[in-house]
């Protein structure tokens, strides 16, 4: 069982207010990911990284930040949020090598009124 | 550009028939294409891994398929169960980033 987490799980927050989306994961895995997902559309990469100080942006412009000072953790910010934001936002991880499988998170529902 | 397709974008079906979903994309150039199950509230669940140079991967009930030259993909599932009542998406990996290109998926409904 895939042993990744994502705090919270649901946020409703007001426009202008900073929020970070937390993720962690404890599989020891070196690359995470940050997706963004509509209801019922496709998956958007909006940021990744291959290991410790690693960040890379995804093919989706993003208004975030992200940040990787341990191998277990991959937090997400919005310095100023704005209904624009409003979707699912996805925390996944995998191994560098040996395995290509991405293991997700449940995911935050986030909500900017 | 990749882009990858996902017929139908729901479907409903009652217990114990099989059925097929379908995934197509545009670019043949791919590395290899996954299967993942999303069910509410939950995180996705990867299902099968098919690389650019096999034509099946099977898992229990569940057959992918895939047709690089055509730019086709079919997941099967056989004897269908309430259980298996998701969203289904595919993706394929572009490049050696490993980088994937995302369906919208299939939500699939199987009545008892």
């Known amino acids: 069982e895939a042993d990744i987490y994502q705090t919270p799980r649901y946020l409703v927050i007001g426009t202008g207010k900073k929020i970070t989306l937390e993720c962690s994961q404890t599989?020891?895995?070196?690359?995470m990911y940050w997706y963004q997902q509509d209801p019922g559309m496709e998956l958007h990469l909006i940021h990744y990284?291959?290991?410790?100080?690693?960040?890379e942006k995804g093919d989706l412009s993003s208004e975030s930040t992200v940040s990787r000072i341990r191998t277990e953790h991959f937090p997400l910010t919005l310095e100023s949020a704005r209904p624009s934001h409003t979707s699912q936002y996805l925390c996944?991880?995998?191994?560098?090598?040996?395995?290509?499988?991405?293991?997700f998170g449940p995911g935050t529902r986030l909500l900017v009124l | 550009k990749q882009e990858v397709t996902q017929i139908p974008a729901a479907l409903s079906v009652p217990e114990g028939e099989n059925l097929v979903l379908n995934c197509s994309f545009t670019?043949?150039?791919?590395?290899?294409l996954q299967w993942f199950r999303q069910d509410p509230g939950k995180g996705l669940t990867s299902l099968l891994l098919?690389?650019?140079s096999q034509r099946e991967q099977t898992s229990g009930r569940l057959n992918a398929s895939l047709d690089k030259s055509s730019g086709r993909s079919t997941l099967y599932i056989a004897a269908s169960q309430p259980g298996d009542s998701a969203t289904y998406l595919c993706?394929?990996?572009?490049?050696?980033?490993?980088?994937?290109?995302w369906g919208a998926g299939t939500k699939l409904i199987i009545k008892p």
């Open positions: 996944a991880s995998s191994p560098l090598r040996g395995g290509e499988t991405q293991y």
């Open positions: 599989m020891g895995h070196d690359k």
């Open positions: 990284s291959y290991g410790v100080n690693s960040t």
């Open positions: 670019d043949s150039a791919i590395y290899n």
């Open positions: 098919i690389q650019s």
């Open positions: 993706a394929v990996r572009v490049d050696s980033n490993y980088q994937l290109i």
